[in-house]
């Protein structure tokens, strides 16, 4: 039986896997190239379609990744199996539910409609709303280049590490270019906040 992507363990997992890798796989050639650095460090084989799939990059995406996968991936990052993976981050407690309110907020939990707070240094700070399939909308914005109306898609936001904001579509843009814009390159987002309801009718 598989584990469900979305599960804060299996994001917590892939954290320690880009931490090894040096950067976080974006486009098929990063997931080539990370197979064959796990390939490299374990002599054991793994796909990098298997790999899109626990990114959620491919567009065959996969509810669930298998124990496998997961027992390779935590060899590679230097845990034994994913079962005393699990128990360390346990013992750790950095698995919470106040972890995923304060320090991360993983975008496969999220409706649509709901809107998170981020803000990263110097003094950059903003709302957006989350439209679903990982796509989002700037609500407010400041001192930012991303601008209110601006979409794009991002698979987590977490405390401490830069938020990567794929197919930015900047609506002040009429050549409609996608780009990609990281937030908090150098040190990483400093504030996450998942809006209530009335946050989210002050926001407006």
């Not at 230097?78 to 539910?97: A, H, P, Q, T, V």
Request: proline share 4%; glycine share 8%; hydrophobic share 35%.
């Amino acid at each position: 039986m598989g584990i469900e992507t979305g599960s804060p363990k299996i994001q917590m997992l892939l954290l320690e896997v880009v931490n090894k890798f040096g950067s976080r796989p974006g486009v098929p050639a990063d997931f080539i190239a990370l197979a064959d650095s796990i390939r490299s460090s374990l002599r054991q084989h793994i796909s990098p379609s298997t790999l899109e799939r626990v990114w959620n990059y491919s567009t065959r995406n996969a509810a669930t990744v298998s124990v496998h996968t997961l027992n390779l991936l935590c060899e590679y990052v230097g845990k034994k199996n994913w079962s005393i993976f699990c128990s360390s981050l346990n013992e750790s407690g950095l698995i919470d539910s106040d972890m995923v309110e304060d320090k991360a907020v993983f975008c496969k939990s999220l409706s649509e409609g709901e809107r998170l707070q981020i803000g990263w240094l110097p003094d950059r700070k903003g709302v957006v709303e989350y439209l679903g399939d990982y796509k989002f909308k700037a609500i407010s914005c400041e001192n930012s280049t991303l601008k209110p109306g601006d979409t794009f898609k991002c698979i987590e936001f977490i405390k401490g590490q830069p938020a990567v904001m794929d197919e930015l579509l900047q609506a002040s843009d009429s050549s409609k270019t996608p780009k990609r814009y990281i937030a908090g390159k150098q040190h990483g987002l400093s504030y996450i906040k998942k809006l209530g309801k009335e946050e989210c009718r002050v926001s407006k």
